[in-house]
């Protein structure tokens, strides 16, 4: 149901995005944000900020924006429940743990994925990701007989969770029992796109599909024994990814931690569940300009919100598509180039431009980038020489562009 709703919500988004969709307007509203001081950040990659490129954003940063926390950040890439329960035994980091009014954590993927690994290892080929050893694996034959071994050899791991997640909220609430804890659930990292999907065989999706009900059932077991800790907030991740998983992992890249914009929405996730309004992040405003505009277009109406909740007005000038805080003729030539690329290549620019440039190059706000557009931001420029002051509605004849 969550999903199938999902899908349609994507639908109605798509249908009603305009040139101006990516100004968000934060709503005045009492925050909880004053409450938190002191983040300490626990985990494994996720929280680690493993992946992230350059300026990007983990959803820890977000969320100090928010919160003016400052950050004390011990995830680890790779860590288990087990790892984690080690960094609680160091003295030194005891005592950050004990100052902390927030602690965000991201735990127990890697219980199930390294006995997983080591399973798929054996059938592993040279230069072959995990990704690229399931896909082989499920166009290969009936991926019947490797769930049948998946679910022996992370059995373990599974049987474990209980004590394990218990012995974590345990020791958290022996260092420091008034602090706020938040902990996220495990989500699926393997959606692929739509198209990727109707790319395969009937046999292949069938697969799939088997594939992806063994994970998501393996992360519920998980999942459940994290939602029945007491004395913890439940960032439910899982429900903001699911059926559009492949916008918020680098599932395209062959890699299976979260892109920017699944940062910026865990960051979201976790914010709302504090009760944190009113505030905006650079951190989620960059995320969503720099998304393709394929993939803004493609977001959840409920996701879409939630992201908006906390985004800041972009500050762009309209018509300024190569990010020099000026429009000339360099932006009405880049503007053309784009839709003559996307016309060679039978596409749109949408599928071509980051959400952010494509929002600001749409000065006629008729939801497309097109030689029109190439024109009047040509047209303003000429106003701009003669110090003529001009709206891009008057410009471009619609009331509704972007003034």
């Known amino acids: 149901m969550k999903k199938t709703a999902k899908k349609l919500s994507v639908l109605l988004t798509a249908s009603v995005l305009t040139a101006s969709v990516i100004c968000a307007v934060p709503a005045p ?36 924006e928010c919160t003016g926390a400052s950050v004390t950040n011990y995830a680890v890439a790779g860590s288990t429940t087990s790892d984690l329960l080690n960094v609680l035994s160091d003295s030194g980091k005891q005592a950050a743990v004990k100052k902390a009014d927030l602690i965000c954590i991201s735990i127990g993927a890697n219980d199930l994925l390294k006995p997983a690994q080591e399973y798929f290892q054996k059938y592993q080929k040279d230069g072959e990701t995990l990704v690229d050893t399931l896909k082989r694996l499920a166009a290969e034959g009936d991926a019947t007989y490797h769930i049948g071994q998946l679910t022996k050899v992370t059995r373990d791991a599974r049987n474990a969770a209980p004590d394990q997640y218990a012995a974590i909220n345990a020791k958290l609430r022996e260092l420091n029992p008034d602090a706020e804890i938040v902990m996220q659930t495990l989500y699926n990292p393997f959606e692929v796109t739509p ?52 916008l918020y992992v680098r599932i395209r890249e062959k890699d299976v931690h979260p892109t920017a914009a699944g940062h910026a929405l865990i ?39 939630l992201l908006k909740k906390y985004m800041a007005p972009s500050g762009r000038l309209f018509g300024d598509t190569d990010r020099d805080n000026e429009v000339a003729v360099g932006d009405a030539q880049l503007t053309l180039q784009y839709y003559t690329k996307a016309l060679a290549g039978r596409t749109t620019a949408a599928s071509l431009m980051t959400a952010g440039d494509f929002s600001v190059s749409d000065v006629s706000g008729d939801g497309a980038v097109d030689i029109d557009d190439a024109q009047f931001i040509l047209q303003y420029y000429t106003y701009t020489l003669s110090q003529k002051a001009v709206k891009w509605s008057e410009l471009t004849g619609n009331p509704n562009a972007p003034d």
Do not use: C, H
């Open 195 to 246: 198209e990727q999907y109707t790319g395969l065989s009937e046999k292949n999706q069938a697969n799939y599909d088997k594939l992806m009900n063994f994970i998501n059932n393996m992360e519920l077991q998980l999942n459940k024994v994290i939602r029945g800790l007491e004395n913890i907030k439940v960032a439910e991740i899982p429900d903001a990814f699911s059926g559009t998983g492949w």
């Open 29 to 64: 509203a009492v925050s909880a944000a004053s409450k938190y001081q002191n983040l300490v950040v626990l985990g494994d990659s996720i929280s680690s900020g493993y992946a992230l490129g350059s300026g990007e954003q983990g959803y820890y940063d977000i969320v100090s």
């Open 267 to 305: 960051g979201a996730v976790i914010l709302d569940l504090l009760g944190v309004s009113g505030k905006t992040s650079a951190g989620v405003t960059a995320a969503a300009e720099n998304m393709l505009m394929t993939d803004y277009q493609a977001l959840p109406a409920d996701d879409l919100a």
